[in-house]
């Protein structure tokens, strides 16, 4: 059943730490390779850089939220086919709606678990 996902690249971008090293230490125990962002402007930094395979975007972040850096991701031509995973500790008909307008792929509520997580990659990469 378990893929694997050794060389993966999964960007983390959350302004929460806790949320960023619980799916860091998850991902990299199925051997993925993970590049954290501490909030939008970094994420975009780093993206060009690390031209991750996909990428998992907190919705409620300071300066940049998730809505504004996934229209951001997906309006680069580079990027648009990179899915985006939006995360909430909402869960909100309105905020999927929304994630949806500026292009994101899929919705995960917050707290998530492994299973959800591996989940959303196995759906999305092929």
Same mark, same amino acid.
């Given at each position: 059943?378990?893929?694997?996902?050794?060389?993966?690249?999964?960007?983390?971008?959350?302004?929460?730490?806790?949320?960023?090293r619980t799916?860091?230490?998850?991902?990299?125990?199925?051997?993925?390779?993970?590049?954290?962002?501490?909030g939008?402007?970094?994420?975009? &930094?780093? =993206?060009?850089?690390s031209?991750?395979d996909?990428?998992?975007?907190d +919705? $409620?972040?300071?300066?940049? !939220? /998730?809505?504004?850096?996934? &229209?951001? =991701?997906?309006?680069?031509?580079?990027?648009?086919?990179?899915?985006? +995973? $939006?995360?909430?500790?909402? !869960? /909100?008909?309105?905020?999927? &709606?929304?994630?949806?307008i500026?292009?994101?792929?899929q919705?995960?509520t917050?707290?998530?678990?492994?299973?959800e997580?591996?989940?959303?990659?196995?759906d999305?990469?092929?």
């Open positions: 059943m378990d893929t694997s996902f050794d060389n993966l690249k999964v960007m983390v971008i959350d302004d929460s730490k806790t949320i960023r799916a860091e230490t998850l991902l990299k125990k199925v051997g993925c390779e993970v590049i954290t962002a501490t939008g402007f970094d994420a975009l &930094a780093k =993206i060009a850089d031209k991750p996909i990428i998992f975007v +919705i $409620m972040m300071p300066r940049l !939220d /998730g809505y504004q850096t996934c &229209a951001l =991701i997906k309006n680069n031509s580079a990027f648009k086919e990179t899915p985006v +995973i $939006m995360l909430s500790s909402k !869960d /909100g008909l309105f905020d999927k &709606a929304k994630g949806r500026v292009g994101s792929d919705y995960l917050k707290p998530f678990g492994k299973d997580l591996l989940g959303a990659i196995r999305y990469v092929k």
